[in-house]
């Protein structure tokens, strides 16, 4: 099947996905690239229907295509009309359209979890992306998405985070959520903040199962995590600025987290 009209319901449906409310109404998402279709494959998502464009259809692109499932629909389409779903520019000619996986706390793997990391409120797709590209490299068991509406499968936070979005299992939940879960599971809340009682990051013992915890950058955590963390943790600034972007934020007390794991080989 070539498609060559931009008001074919197909496009149409593609295009619509953009929207976050339409990827939560109908359980799907656009994912664009062939080494993000790739590691999403590797991560078992299943995919629907997949477009690509001869013109622009790289190697890679042609291998993930070929392996894909036969169920999948392969469909054709002109330049123009693969350049009117591509989200990102230097694409490589391939976009799949791929069922949404479940993300609340029943998908949460409560075997062996030593290092979290939690954000409440974040706003920024690309904050989202780069954070779990630290959690990725880092070695996290998951990322939890606290007290927030950010969507996982929106197409700026895929872009960003370079496929690690089905690398790191990424759950949501509320505040009160996560209290209880640190309790029954024993995890000790980091809360990164900028507080007079906080002590240094590097201070912090991680090598007991952890919860990083990180709010925006504009209101960081909210009050009630301000009083009820077990911790309050900062990094030191030796400059004008008082505080980082989130997601550098978040790499730093990730790496940290990971070396001292490593030096005492607990995980």
Known sequence: ML???????????????????????????ALEGAREIQRALVSNYETLEVYWCEDTLSDAAREVLGALSPQASRIQVTSAIFAKLAVREGTDGLIAVMRQKNHDLSSLNDVGAKLILAVQGLEKPGNLGALLRSADGAGADALLLIDQTLDLYNPLVLRSSLGTAFSVPVVTATSSELKQLAISRGWQIIA????????????????????????????????????????????????????????????????????????????
């Open 3 to 29: 498609i060559t009209s931009a008001q074919n319901p197909r496009i149409k449906s593609v295009v619509a996905l953009g929207k976050a409310r339409e990827r939560s109404s109908r359980g799907l998402f």
């Open 192 to 267: 990164a903040a900028l507080h007079d009682q906080a002590k240094a990051y590097t201070e912090v013992d991680f090598t007991v199962p952890t919860v990083i915890l990180l709010g925006t950058e504009a209101d960081g955590l909210t009050p009630d995590w301000l009083a009820n963390a077990d911790i309050l943790a900062t990094i030191p600034m030796r400059g004008i600025a008082d505080s980082l972007n989130v997601s550098v934020a978040g790499a730093l007390f990730l790496y940290e987290a990971r070396r001292q794991i490593d030096l005492v080989g607990n995980g």
